[in-house]
């Protein structure tokens, strides 16, 4: 009766593991444990089975001893008046009293070894059940944390798209400043000087604009070069944006300062760029 109550427990299907490579194994290696578990399982109950079967057999053979028994002492009872066929029908009545009780302690044996097995199965189905468990929290455990990271680096993006967006803002307002700034030098007369504390410092926001194809210097026209110098925290498309009004254009001030800027990443304060 044991036996068929662990049956649904001992069926359980071990889950199948997707997504992440380092539980595909521990998945397998509990596949086979279920799998001896169940041939032990079914070796314990054939054995439980013939335990039975013999105990059965053992009780009709004590019960035919017993029937012996009971004719050896009506056997005893009619030859009363015979001292030795008394005392073999003693002797054999002992003899019978002997095997009988060596049977049932033969069955007591084996009905005992058959709940022990019985436990064991017991105890390796909810070891079983423990590590399918664990492992079900570790894939929820896992998808847990994966979620998390996806959320932090769309959290991520979007600040980095906001910072962004403040940038170009304090971009234009740099530009509107120096502007008023022109403005009122060519009306009072006073030299424009642009105060390298307005300047923006660009923040960092993990991508690179990509290199434009090197273009040919334009040609170059009779009458003063505008020039600017780098300040300190200045970038090209701070440069670019100043001048043109778009951060993008600042492929023209590297092709008009080749000779000085053949990389982008070579802009050091205090050099002297040419503007087109």
Do not use: C
Not at 38 to 50: F, G, I, M, N
């Amino acid at each position: 009766m044991k036996l068929r109550l662990l049956l649904p427990l001992l069926a359980l299907p071990a889950f199948a593991t997707t997504g992440f490579a380092q539980n595909t194994e521990s998945a397998a290696q509990l596949r086979r444990d279920f799998a001896t578990v169940q041939q032990q399982r079914d070796s314990l109950a054939e054995q439980l089975a013939q335990a039975k079967r013999d105990a059965e057999a053992l009780l009709v053979e004590r019960d035919a001893l017993r029937a012996e028994q009971e004719a050896a002492k009506a056997q005893l009872s009619a030859a009363q008046t015979s001292a030795v066929e008394a005392s073999e029908a003693v002797r054999a009545q002992k003899e019978a009293e002997m095997t009988v009780d060596m049977t049932v302690r033969a069955y007591a044996l084996k009905e005992q070894e058959a709940i022990e097995a019985v436990k064991a199965a017991q105890a390796a189905a909810e070891k079983q059940l423990a590590a399918e468990q664990a492992r079900d929290a570790a894939l929820a455990e896992a998808a847990q944390a994966a979620a998390e990271r996806d959320a932090a680096k769309q959290a991520e993006a979007a600040a980095l798209a906001s910072k962004a967006a403040m940038q170009n803002e304090l971009y234009a307002a740099q530009i509107r400043i120096d502007n008023l700034a022109r403005a009122l030098s060519a009306r009072s007369g006073v030299p424009f000087a642009p105060a390298a504390a307005l300047a923006p410092t660009p923040v960092e926001t993990g991508a690179t604009e990509p290199a434009a194809a090197p273009r040919p210097a334009p040609a170059q026209v009779a009458g003063p070069l505008r020039t600017h110098t780098v300040a300190e925290g200045e970038n090209l498309s701070i440069i670019s944006f100043k001048y043109y009004q778009s951060p993008n254009k600042w492929d023209k001030i590297v092709a008009a300062n080749r000779a000085k800027l053949r990389n982008p990443d070579m802009l050091r304060a205090g050099m002297v760029l040419v503007i087109p």
